[in-house]
């Protein structure tokens, strides 16, 4: 099984600073075909139901706004939240699926300082 | 509006089985593969299963491989889980979500649409 590792397990950031959050993965996730991460992030509110972010590493879903960023390739991931808001407290976790079982990392919960 | 509730949640004794149902709406429900993902109390997003578009290809999480099996009615839209032998470890919301694209098997996307989920607690 692919082991996704997060870092760090808990963050706190002023508003409109930035956070980072890495996730590292025992294997590649990068498909030689298609030269594409099999790598999501979610973001995760208490009582609400995760919601995607980003997959492929780094293409945004619709409607994510542009202060949320995804990079990295093989088995190193970042995403880079600019402009932190108070609505960005949360859980977040990156997913690999590359290959079954699909892991989650640990989870990074982000906060306000 | 792309939608899916998940039902069939409840209060079971260890040992028991329980079948989850996912309904669909406001997309073609037979072009996405569909998954299952659980959130236990104070833990991390556990994935738990995947079934391709068509039923005919399907994943499990080894906590759940020979006691949790996926099926999907395309005519109905819905997906569903039966729970055997269930644990008091399988406690959780359980989550369905739809993948994000539609190459066969529409397995390998991230999951875009989910539910709002709903509760399982295994308990004597």
């Known amino acids: 099984d692919i082991v996704m590792t997060q870092s760090p397990d808990s963050l706190a950031v002023s508003l409109g600073e930035r956070a980072t959050i890495n996730c590292k993965s025992s294997?590649?996730?990068?498909?030689?075909?298609?030269?594409?991460?099999?790598l999501a992030w979610y973001q995760h509110k208490p009582g609400q139901p995760p919601k995607l972010l980003i997959f492929?590493?780094?293409t945004r879903e619709s409607g994510v706004p542009d202060r949320f960023s995804g990079s990295g390739s093989g088995t190193d991931f970042n995403l880079t939240i600019s402009g932190l808001q108070a609505g960005d407290v949360a859980v977040y976790y990156c997913?690999?699926?590359?290959?079954?079982?699909?892991?989650f990392g640990q989870g990074t919960r982000l906060e306000i300082k | 509006q792309v939608h899916l509730v998940e039902s069939g949640g409840d209060v079971v004794q260890p040992g028991r089985s329980l079948r989850l149902s996912c309904a669909a709406s406001g997309f073609t429900f037979r072009d996405y593969g569909m998954h299952w993902v659980r959130q236990a109390p104070g833990k991390g997003l556990e994935w738990v299963a995947v079934i391709s578009y068509d039923g005919s290809t399907k994943y499990y999480a080894d906590s759940v491989k020979g006691r949790f099996s996926l099926s999907r009615d395309n005519s109905k839209n819905t997906l569903f889980v039966q729970m055997n032998s269930l644990r008091e470890e399988d406690t959780a919301i359980y989550y369905c979500a739809k993948g994000n694209g539609e190459s066969n098997p529409g397995i390998y996307y991230a999951m875009d649409v989910w539910g709002p989920g709903t509760t399982v607690i295994v308990s004597s």
């Open positions: 997913q690999q699926y590359y290959t079954s079982p699909f892991t």
């Open positions: 492929w590493a780094s």
């Open positions: 294997q590649s996730v990068l498909y030689s075909s298609n030269n594409k991460n099999y």
